[in-house]
């Protein structure tokens, strides 16, 4: 099987952390990993914003970059999200017959991290050591647009060590919604402080989810008010081992939202 | 003679008329919502009423082991309904007619008030009484009949809380829902001649007052007003759907009754309750079912309303049938589940949106009915988290019609406007950027530029300039790492950089 990363535009300028992750997880559970370095991004934020002739040109890029491959992966199910349920309608819109072809057939083959471990590997324990106390907040494209259901929590109750705490009202959005979070950032603000209050409820001091870009919303509200507890990506947690643990709280080598220890760099 | 031939495009249908009705708001929906969002009562009024509701519907949902089934069978309802709009239209005002009633055709708001303005002329009373009802709203039939002087009464409690509150409704289901209890008693003793000066805001208590206050103006009435949830193309029956009983009283005591509905209510059969009418209580107050279900068809000598006029509204809907990506909004049958799970609408209240329909179905119906451009705002009034969809109880697509008017938004201005906007310029950009490698990997290096922002906590705070402004104003945002993940991965695995 030939598995690719689809690092996602976001993570790769703004994560790193995330896509090594991604790629320590898959790699531990003996696959090899290619990166097409033709990718660059899916298009969402440009469908999403009213901008999809635009997004045409990505969502040809996307479909023969990852042609080639039996199984593409991601750390973020919105990314995915949008590449099982966009890409077609603009390839239909905007392209050619051959195209919508061409993207359903990749987008068959497109999964979220939790989804391709779980129903491509089925695999529940990657064999992570994450000795912290942490709540998972389901990003509203994992939960109704891919319904991951409880993968990510399936996948979370077997990594040693750690300690799983429910989120309250965890299927309400926590506000960012790519441009949402900029044109109607009032409102964006006010979901994001319920968002944090019951996370803080919980005592976590980890947030995590399957998406940077709701992790980068959320842990940059918890950083502002200087709240004592963080993001981290899914894929971070089950990237981290007794023998290689991830090291937080060193605030003076890392990024206090949700970049990862930058040591690794 | 014959016709003569129309060459070149159809015309498209217009849009609901500007200068009447209540789809427009006056100002755009981050303005309005940032005023909402500071008003800590209505917070709290929003929060606690809707987390009550939905609660109440998941319970009643769960006990349903075919409601998928029903949501599939009310969406192909409505869909098929809406393919044969004109034929059932016209069986249903055939109908109608053949058991007395009459039927009207109103193009828009303005043709609609004016048939019920000359119908109430024409029965010599400067009062009516009504029932609660969306199209009335939408298209302002209040003002309308005030301003030629006849005072129209709203019997239903939230929308007589709302008129004497001299107010807007809020929520569809629930008019008043931004409003408590305390503020209601206010209101009450305010606005009643001979409300008791001792009144509590217990509910039972504000009930009794409005009980007492309506029921004179119930036996005193010769007309009535209504909408329609369900209008039945085969036999001509026009049904409402409700709580308090107000209607009923409606519906029976005066001798002339007159009901507008939107073309868009129709269903084919009175089978086609059957499904209906499981999906609108359970979806709409998280009932198994409504107190009172009020059908009626034509008139009956001797029994309730001696006259029947029945008037069929446009306002837009045709223009909205138009668009095979944004039509399945007509489908709404206006139950509010989607308002209820909306944490947009939970924290910003009905009146941000500035129409009448609120929330997320408000959001796709009020741009299509008056044209994109007069509610432009709206379809970014949502993060996409696409709960309104999960519950919507005839499965429309309110997140994918969402972007499509987003789309519909940005190509109408590009073909107004010589110049671009500065988004459109930024997304083409963007998009030019990111349609080839080479161009990205350069885009993303200068990124690191922004690592000089975030020296001091190693976060980048407060950036006081457009765009960034609106992130940072609430969010830190992290630092841009030293190297992107595909520098990294060509120093690891060598390759291209």
Not at chain 1, 26 to 31: A, D
Not at chain 1, 172 to 178: L, T
Not at chain 2, 370 to 379: F, K, M, Q, R, V
Request: proline letters at 6%.
């Amino acid at each position: 099987m030939r598995t690719a990363l689809f690092i996602t535009c976001l993570a790769d300028a703004m994560f790193p952390e995330v896509g090594k992750a991604t790629v320590q997880v898959l790699e531990r559970l003996g696959q090899t990993v290619e990166f097409p370095a033709g990718q660059t991004c899916c298009g969402q934020m440009h469908v999403n914003t009213g901008y999809q002739k635009q997004a045409l040109p990505l969502v040809e890029r996307f479909a023969e970059v990852f042609w080639p491959y039996d199984a593409i992966v991601a750390p973020s199910g919105s990314c995915v999200g949008s590449v099982c349920h966009q890409h077609a309608m603009i390839a239909k819109r905007f392209g050619s017959p051959g195209l919508v072809e061409q993207v359903e057939a990749v987008a068959a083959r497109t999964y979220e991290l939790s989804e391709f471990l779980v129903d491509v590997l089925g695999v529940t324990d990657v064999g992570a050591y994450f000795p912290h106390r942490v709540t998972y907040h389901p990003t509203c494209h994992s939960l109704r647009m891919l319904r991951v259901g409880d993968k990510p929590i399936t996948l979370l109750r077997a990594v040693e060590a750690l300690e799983l705490v429910e989120l309250p009202a965890a299927d309400q959005c926590c506000g960012f919604g790519g441009t949402f979070a900029i044109k109607n950032s009032d409102t964006s603000t006010a979901m994001l402080a319920d968002k944090m209050r019951t996370v803080l409820d919980t005592g976590a001091e980890i947030c995590t989810a399957g998406d940077s870009s709701c992790l980068m919303h959320i842990g940059g509200g918890l950083s502002r008010i200087r709240a004592g507890a963080k993001t981290v990506h899914l894929a971070q947690i089950l990237a981290a081992t007794r023998e290689e643990p991830m090291v937080l709280g060193r605030a003076e080598r890392q990024a206090e939202v949700h970049a990862g220890p930058e040591a690794v760099l | 003679m014959n016709a003569p031939v129309m060459l070149g495009l159809p015309t498209m249908p217009p849009p609901a008329p500007r200068g009447v009705g209540n789809l427009r708001g006056d100002e755009k929906f981050p303005a309005a919502a940032r005023r909402a969002l500071a008003d800590t009562q209505l917070r709290r009024n929003l929060g606690k009423a809707t987390t009550t509701i939905r609660g109440k519907r998941a319970q009643v949902v769960a006990e349903l082991p075919d409601w998928e089934e029903l949501r599939e069978a009310g969406r192909q309802l409505k869909v098929h309904t809406m393919a044969d709009l004109p034929d059932y239209l016209a069986q249903l005002e055939s109908a109608v007619t053949a058991h007395g009633g009459v039927v009207h055709w109103a193009r828009d708001a303005n043709e609609a008030n004016q048939i019920v303005i000359e119908l109430i002329r024409g029965k010599g009373v400067d009062e009516v009484v009504k029932i609660k009802s969306m199209a009335t709203q939408e298209i302002g039939l209040n003002e309308a009949l005030e301003a030629v002087g006849i005072t129209a009464l709203e019997t239903d409690l939230a929308e007589l809380i709302v008129q004497l509150g001299d107010d807007k409704p809020s929520h569809i289901l629930v008019p008043a829902i931004h409003r408590n209890r305390a503020e209601i008693r206010e209101i009450f003793l305010r606005e009643m001649a001979d409300v008791d000066p001792a009144l509590s805001d217990e509910p039972a208590a504000l009930a009794g007052a409005a009980r007492q206050h309506l029921r004179r103006k119930f036996l005193s009435a010769k007309v009535a007003i209504s909408g329609a949830n369900f209008g039945i193309a085969e036999t001509g029956t026009l049904g409402v759907v409700e709580s308090e009983g107000n209607g009923r009283m409606c519906l029976t005591l005066p001798d002339t009754l007159i009901t507008i509905m939107g073309i868009e209510k129709l269903v084919p059969r009175w089978q086609d309750l059957e499904v209906f009418l499981q999906l609108l209580p359970r979806s709409s107050t998280g009932e198994r079912m409504n107190p009172y279900t009020s059908m009626w068809t034509g008139v009956t000598p001797g029994d309730g309303p001696e006259e029947f006029h029945l008037i069929l509204l446009d306002n837009g809907r045709t223009a909205v049938l138009a668009d095979a990506d944004g039509r399945d909004a007509l489908n709404c049958i206006r139950c509010s589940a989607c308002l209820n799970v909306c944490p947009v609408y939970e924290r910003t209240g009905g009146h941000a949106y500035g129409s009448v329909y609120p929330g997320p179905i408000g959001a796709i119906l009020s741009p299509q009915l008056t044209g994109i451009e007069d509610n432009a705002s709206l379809p970014y009034a949502s993060s996409l988290c696409g709960a309104c969809y999960d519950v919507c109880p005839v499965k429309i697509n309110i997140p994918e019609i969402l972007v499509h008017l987003r789309a519909k938004h940005t190509e109408t201005y590009a073909s107004e406007h010589r110049v671009p906007s500065a988004e459109a310029a930024a997304m083409s950009t963007a998009a030019w950027v990111m349609s080839n490698p080479k161009r990205w990997t350069l885009a993303l290096r200068s990124g690191r530029l922004g690592r000089i922002l975030g020296r001091k906590r190693n976060v980048i705070g407060d950036v006081p300039l457009p765009l960034a402004k609106q992130w940072t104003d609430a969010r830190d945002l992290a630092r841009p790492p030293k190297q992107t993940f595909r520098d990294w991965w060509a120093a690891e695995h060598g390759g291209e950089r």
